[in-house]
T-cell receptor, first 108, second 125 residues
Framework: SYELTQPPSVSVSPGQTARITCSGDALPKKYAYWYQQKSGQAPVLVIHEDSKRPSGIPERFSGFSSRTMATLIISGAQVEDEADYYCFSTDISGNHRVFGGGTKLTVL | QVQLVQSGAEVKKPGASVKVSCKASGYSFNDYYMHWVRQAPGQRLQWMGWINAGNGNTKYSQKFQDRITIIRDTSASTAYMELSSLRSEDTAVYYC?????????FGSGRGMDVWGQGTTVAVSS
């Protein structure tokens, strides 16, 4: 079955840039999506189609994808950005969607 | 405003089935996909399947293929997810989430931008 691989944790100080990666064999041909999930809450879409930011998401959130890796970038991370972040994509057939294992972002 | 309201918490015995509803409001229900995602305690998000609310076509994760059914009632703007043969490992919060379709070779949607509040399903003898 298809898998997306993320680092379990990333830690930065406030104001620093956080980078969260997601690797998958189909990413050169399939979009990556990124979701933020704070404790006890439903996920929130922060990046879609590799690099597009939904309305209402702060400009410090950006994304890009190159070869087999998608990256979520939080420029000038804030304490309120502490959350679990999940990438989401599909296998090359387009039929099987999957979340990555999630990355816990700590900002302190 | 756009919202998805899910049915209330459920407690089920092993072997039983559960049916969770997701009522949409504030947008054209038929124009979107509806996904179902679950999260067991302390675990990752897990995609279960989706339905094209317009034509009723479905796709299911291989992990749940034999046990899941997703349907929709367009007159009630409501999607339903039924999971059968429940076991303790199915204890989780179940979410519905809408997605706008996208015509592209790189993906079929614009991301799950509105989520329900979640429904807790506990499976215990």
């Amino acid at each position: 079955s298809y898998e997306l691989t993320q680092p379990p944790s990333v830690s930065v100080s406030p104001g620093q840039t956080a980078r969260i990666t997601c690797s998958g064999d189909a990413l050169p041909k399939k979009y990556a999506y990124w979701y933020q999930q704070k404790s006890g809450q439903a996920p929130v879409l922060v990046i879609h189609e590799d690099s597009k930011r939904p309305s209402g998401i702060p400009e410090r959130f950006s994304g890009f994808s190159s070869r087999t890796m998608a990256t979520l970038i939080i420029s000038g991370a804030q304490v309120e950005d502490e959350a679990d972040y999940y990438c989401f994509s599909t296998d090359i057939s387009g039929n099987h969607r999957v979340f990555g294992g999630g990355t816990k972002l700590t900002v302190l | 405003q756009v919202q998805l309201v899910q049915s209330g918490a459920e407690v089920k015995k092993p072997g039983a089935s559960v049916k969770v509803s997701c009522k949409a409001s504030g947008y054209s229900f038929n124009d979107y996909y509806m996904h179902w995602v679950r999260q067991a305690p302390g675990q990752r998000l897990q995609w279960m399947g989706w339905i094209n609310a317009g034509n009723g076509n479905t796709k299911y994760s291989q992990k749940f293929q034999d046990r899941i059914t997703i349907i929709r009632d367009t007159s009630a703007s409501t999607a339903y997810m039924e999971l059968s043969s429940l076991r303790s490992e199915d204890t989780a919060v179940y979410y519905c989430a809408r997605e706008e379709p996208l015509v592209s070779l790189f993906g079929s949607g614009r991301g799950m931008d509105v989520w329900g509040q979640g429904t807790t399903v506990a499976v215990s003898s």
